[in-house]
């Protein structure tokens, strides 16, 4: 038996898995495929669901009252320095240190300059280091709830051009947002998996 | 994929749990499967997840007594069959999670040392290292199982001290 190998016996025993039963199969694949669970043995999943749903209501509502209030506190995001400073810029990143009620998420690089990524309740902002100028702002997507962070996970992918930027809090989940040479991508749940992708302006 | 999940998550129960949201996961994720890995440990990866995520929710439950409800029940012969695979199953319940996660991603799903290494996100030599470790100490595990059971069948078997048969 060289150094990659097991006792056969135990290698053996190791793969013997029993197979789903029908029933099982058919219920994991109509719940993954219909995304919500229709055995009350998964209640894990519909308790999920549920918060997810109470997630979305929840954002919507705000962002529809948001919309249809006529006050003038609704906040704007733009780049001003005049704005109070209510965050503590990391170095490197300060064009968005004049945003009211956003944190610093990361730093990245662009063909042209760096970019900062920054985070408030209510979106992320990308913002161009050289002129400052506001290159994107996104609406944060619907997360399902988990204790699940991304650490890590994108190390393999990074030599492809893609970047680490940082991770931040969404409804009490980490997300981790990778940027890409068009695009600035949020990962994240029990899986790390991609939750959206905003497209940025091309590079000149 | 869902033997990976059975031999991370061991309880036949969350194991399935996992199975289920590493599918989920991979519906919602296939639009962004870039093709950058294969898409066989890319399919790894995400179940590997899924069972680990399952393995520190579970952590701080106290584990069922009964085997026949933690360990999952094999095909084939019942008898000898059983008593290997409850064997290795308790003995893979012992090892550290990265030794257990690597050695099912190598024997169970037959994956080569990179994949593994991308998996975990860590160096090639250190999945070496995991594996070479992971299979001494589950060759000592049931080493001791083996020796314990023996004790145990010689005490019960054997006639009582003094005895004339």
Not at chain 1, 98 to 120: H, M
Not at chain 2, 105 to 132: C, F, K, M, N, W
């Amino acid at each position: 038996m060289n150094d990659d190998e097991l006792d056969p016996k135990v290698l053996a025993a190791l793969r013997d898995v029993a197979p789903a039963s029908d029933a099982l199969r058919n219920q994991h694949i109509a719940v993954a495929l219909g995304e919500s669970s229709p055995a009350s043995s998964r209640s894990r999943v519909k308790w999920l669901s549920a918060a997810a749903a109470i997630i979305v209501m929840l954002v919507g509502g705000n962002a529809l009252y948001a919309a249809l209030s006529p006050s003038s506190d609704t906040p704007t995001v733009a780049v001003s320095p005049n704005n109070s400073v209510t965050t503590v810029p990391v170095k490197g990143s300060t064009c968005g240190a004049g945003l009211t009620d956003y944190t610093v998420v990361g730093t990245y690089s662009s063909v042209s300059s760096a970019r900062e990524v920054w985070s408030s309740s209510r979106d992320l902002v990308v913002i161009d280091q050289t002129s400052c100028e506001l290159l994107g702002t996104f609406t944060h997507p619907t997360v399902v709830a988990t204790e699940k962070i991304c650490d890590g996970f994108f190390a393999p992918f990074e030599p492809g051009g893609a970047q680490w930027v940082g991770k931040y809090k969404d409804s009490g989940t980490t997300l981790t947002l990778i940027a890409t040479a068009t695009a600035i991508q949020i990962f994240g749940g029990p899986s790390c998996v991609l939750i959206a992708s905003h497209p940025l302006p091309a590079q000149p | 994929m869902r033997a990976v999940c059975h031999r991370i998550v061991i309880n036949k129960s969350d194991a399935e749990d996992a199975t289920q949201m590493a599918l989920i996961s991979i519906v919602r994720a296939i639009p962004s499967f870039d093709g950058r890995s294969k898409f066989s440990t890319w399919i790894y990866r995400i179940a590997t997840n899924a069972a680990l995520d399952e393995v520190r929710r579970i952590q701080r439950r106290p584990l069922p007594t009964d085997k026949e409800s933690v360990y999952d029940s094999p095909t084939g012969d019942r008898t000898s069959a059983v008593d290997a695979q409850m064997d290795v199953s308790s003995a893979l319940s012992e090892l550290p999670e990265e030794y257990r996660t690597a050695i099912v991603l190598r024997h169970v799903a037959d994956l080569d040392y990179e994949e593994i290494a991308a998996i975990q996100g860590v160096p090639v030599g250190t999945v070496r290292s995991r594996l070479a470790r992971g299979r001494a100490q589950l060759a000592e595990i049931l080493g001791n199982q083996n020796a314990h059971s023996d004790r145990q069948t010689k005490t019960t078997t054997a006639p009582p001290e003094g005895s004339t048969s």
